[in-house]
């Protein structure tokens, strides 16, 4: 097997695992939201808000592995082929941890707004701080594969 050839096919392994990792944190943050609204209609725009924010987040984990694709599409040689495959099948896997702990966190975030409308933007700003933390994560997965990739190809 070739290794632009091993290459591609970890390359459409690692994306359709973000995108299921990101959508299956997405519904569980979307359903959250829905439950939230229904128990709560009078603070609806402030638990769309917090649903939003949470979503950017899981969205950008599937971008993170999209970008690493194409920084080493363009790169892969016979040799660093294995060392390509390996790298989009990391950041995919550091993706979907990232990913449905995020959908957990904007779930709490959602479920303590309608729990305590008071406290809604409290609940919101400690969301945007863990998930802040948890993409980084990948964010550092994503830092360590591009060095590599400089250093392997």
Do not use: D, H, N, Y
């Amino acid at each position: 097997m070739s290794a632009i050839v091993l290459f591609a096919g970890a390359s459409v392994l690692a994306m359709a695992l973000a995108a299921v990792g990101s959508a299956a944190s997405q519904s569980r943050a979307a359903a959250a939201a829905m439950e939230a609204s229904w128990r709560a209609p009078g603070v609806a725009g402030s638990i769309r808000t917090t649903m939003m924010l949470g979503l950017v987040f899981m969205e950008a984990l599937t971008l993170f592995v999209f970008a690493i694709v194409f920084v080493l599409a363009g790169r892969v040689t016979p040799e660093s082929g294995p060392f390509a495959a390996g790298a989009v099948l990391a950041m995919a896997i550091a993706a979907i941890g990232s990913a449905l702990a995020q959908g957990g966190t904007a779930a709490s975030a959602l479920k303590a707004t309608w729990k305590r409308p008071e406290e809604a933007g409290s609940a919101r700003t400690s969301m945007m701080l863990a998930l802040v933390f948890m993409e980084a994560l990948t964010l550092f997965v994503f830092a360590i594969v591009f060095v590599l990739a400089g250093r392997v190809g």
